[in-house]
């Protein structure tokens, strides 16, 4: 008998949730553009927009008691774990009612109630708090796991090296996620890896490693249900390989002059939402009403959220030492 | 009514650090240690040697050398429920692991706008004499104090050896334990049952009337040395021992100095940008009217120490030089 868990169900209601969590995810960064040319968001701003399938096909496979740990550009991730839309706009505001209170902005994003652990700026960064929640599990022998996305650029760093050994040798309970979007900021995959397969470099710590089409929501579905159901199971950790691309610049500052703007126009059809409606629509799975309904609920709630940013408050400067340490129970 | 005086041991402050070891695991199911070489190995400068058999590998854990990895290890174990207890082999090799140190450990609860304490001990052994040359005999507590969200202890004695780590591990931040290495063959007596001390606070460990030697670590012998030659000239020195780095404990120094009207400070880390330097700025703000004489600093020559035992020693903090510099702040 087959795990329920392992295979997605693509049934109506769920296809209109992963179309849902993608639309959610780009109209919200789009909003998010929009409010960093007027001034609103300030800083550095990371969009994903072309990447929406992963986090969203990966997050189905988590359970509330899961731990996830994502980069700084982790807007899609924080919207498909669960995190508001309201507190995360507020974030991006700096306000005090955002999900960080304002002290993080775009590139750390944090949740308690979601455990949602960032939102980490530096590339590799994450990994080793990976290993360490997902030992935490271990130690404790629960059931759960740690989901941790990255870059294929992290692959260079030394602590991604540190950390699939350490996940690999402990067989602890992490997913590894590598969003391979080919370039590094700017650096194309070619000119910084001696091997441009990513999850090979998994594969030589002995750690089970597939590649996905990162544009297809479903494909990365299957693939994260799949490895967390092997996960829990006690097997270690996996390794996700998402091959993917981002339409826009590594951040709002990029010209991109490292890539031809051609290269970007083939790839829009390809687009996660772009293919996944097209595929709904071809099968006569949703109708038009059923996009326009999520368009229009998801409308509403970037409104909404924008205006739950507007209205919040900027914390007192009075407050600007609080949260260095916490004081010790006495 | 007769009190029975507590027992007391005699031990070593390596055979402390251990013990405190021993009662922490002992007393919380969550608490573990890991690091290179803590386990088989017995640790590099056999302070967890024996604790394999007691605790088992899943709680004397030994790591590959990935410094970074099992310092963020350590960072995500805190963050999830676990109370780790991570060896770093020595200061110089925490570099590798500066990144989760500074970007992670001291930053989360800030930028988490206070939903994520990191309640990890960090200890490592620091500082020279063991002619171990450039890269194993630096003194780089003093860069970890620079950074807020981090606490950096630095236990001199015995005591603070057993307690400092006890307490430590009730602060529910990232605490720095910096371990000197010429202090693990000290010898000494302490309670049997010695518990965790407070933190936070500095110690004055020779009361003095006329300069103040504000040291830690491993310069505190040499400064009690220092004193006691100055004792002899019928200079009362006042010994401060620092213990806690970050923070300070201003209102000790700056009490004893309003006193003494004189000191000297001595810090095994290079002078430029330095701790005493922060001391120093410390007294300067807050002390000025009070003094008698300009601060003196004895820190180690601006050089990567070096392997000859000579020439490292002549690098180093003396009883020599600290006694010369008191002297001189009192026009002698």
Same mark, same amino acid.
């Given at each position: 008998m087959t795990d329920p868990a392992i295979k997605p169900h693509l049934t109506r209601e769920h296809v209109a949730e992963l179309l849902r969590q993608m639309v959610r995810i780009r109209r919200f960064e789009e909003k998010c553009v929009e409010l960093y040319q007027r001034e609103k968001i300030r800083g550095f701003l990371h969009v994903y927009i072309g990447e929406e399938a992963i986090a969203v096909g990966i997050m189905?496979? *988590?359970?509330?008691a899961d731990t996830v740990i994502a980069t700084y550009r982790e807007h899609g991730h924080a919207i498909a774990r669960g995190v508001p839309m309201t507190t995360l706009m507020a974030e991006m505001y700096g306000k005090?009612?955002?999900?960080?209170r304002g002290r993080g902005g775009s590139m750390h994003v944090f949740d308690a109630k979601t455990r949602f652990y960032g939102g980490n700026a530096i590339v590799g960064g994450g990994l080793p708090l990976a290993v360490g929640t997902a030992l935490a599990d271990a130690m404790q022998k629960r059931p759960s796991v740690t989901a941790c996305f990255f870059g294929e650029g992290a692959a260079a760093e030394g602590e991604f090296h540190e950390s699939m050994n350490l996940a690999a040798l402990w067989k602890l309970p992490v997913l590894f996620v590598c969003e391979n979007n080919l370039y590094a900021m700017g650096t194309a995959l070619a000119l910084s890896e001696s091997e441009t397969d990513i999850h090979h470099k998994a594969e030589s710590y002995r750690m089970p490693a597939e590649v996905v089409d990162g544009m297809d929501v479903v494909a990365v579905e299957a693939a994260a249900r799949k490895a967390v159901v092997a996960i829990r199971a006690g097997a270690g950790p996996h390794f996700v390989e998402c091959r993917t691309y981002r339409f826009r610049g590594h951040s709002m500052f990029d010209s991109e002059l490292y890539r031809d703007k051609a290269e970007v126009e083939r790839w829009k059809p390809h687009g996660p939402i772009e293919r996944f409606g097209a595929w709904l629509r071809q099968n006569d799975i949703l109708h038009e009403a059923a996009f326009q309904a999520i368009e229009t609920e998801v409308a509403a709630e970037v409104e909404a959220a924008v205006a739950f940013a507007e209205a919040g408050t900027w914390e007192p400067?009075?407050? *600007?030492?609080?949260?260095?340490t916490l004081e010790p129970e006495s | 009514m007769n009190e029975i005086a507590p027992a007391r041991i005699k031990t070593t402050y390596r055979e402390a650090v251990r013990a405190a070891i021993r009662d922490a695991l002992t007393a919380d199911p969550k608490a573990f240690l890991m690091g290179e070489d803590v386990g088989h190995y017995g640790g590099c400068y056999a302070v967890s040697k024996g604790l394999l058999a007691e605790? !088992?590998? %899943?709680?004397?854990r030994d790591t590959p050398l990935s410094e970074s990895a099992f310092v963020g290890a350590g960072i995500g174990a805190a963050l999830n429920g676990m109370r780790p207890i991570v060896e770093v082999m020595t200061v110089n090799f925490s570099l590798l692991a500066l990144d989760q140190i500074l970007n992670n450990a001291a930053t989360l609860l800030h930028m988490s706008g206070g939903q994520f304490n990191v309640p990890l001990v960090i200890r490592m052994a620091t500082g020279a !004499?063991? /002619?171990? @040359? @450039? /890269?194993?005999?630096?003194?780089?507590e003093g860069w970890y104090a620079h950074i807020p969200g981090l606490k950096v202890l630095a236990p001199a004695t015995i005591e603070d050896a057993r307690g400092m780590l006890l307490g430590a591990l009730k602060d529910p931040n990232p605490v720095l334990i910096f371990e000197h290495v010429m202090l693990y063959n000290m010898e000494g007596e302490i309670a049997a049952d010695a518990g965790a001390v407070e933190t936070g606070k500095a110690a004055i460990r020779r009361p003095g009337r006329d300069v103040t030697l504000i040291t830690y670590g491993g310069s505190l012998a040499k400064a009690m040395a220092a004193a006691e030659t100055l004792a002899k000239e019928r200079i009362e020195a006042e010994v401060i021992d620092l213990r806690t780095l970050r923070p300070l404990d201003t209102a000790t120094i700056i009490g004893s100095v309003a006193r003494t009207r004189r000191a000297v400070v001595v810090d095994e880390g290079w002078k430029t940008g330095s701790l005493a330097a922060e001391v120093t700025a410390t007294i300067m703000e807050q002390a000025f009217w009070e003094l008698d004489a300009p601060v003196a600093r004895v820190c180690s @020559? %601006?050089?990567?120490i070096p392997y000859p035992r000579h020439l490292e020693q002549a690098a180093l903090p003396q009883p020599e030089s600290i006694a010369a510099a008191a002297r001189a702040t009192l026009g002698r």
């Open positions: 189905q496979a *988590l359970a509330p005090q009612e955002g999900c960080s400067v009075a407050d *600007l030492t609080k949260h260095v | 605790f !088992g590998p %899943e709680r004397i !004499g063991r /002619q171990l @040359a @450039a /890269q194993h005999s630096h003194s780089l @020559a %601006e050089v990567p």
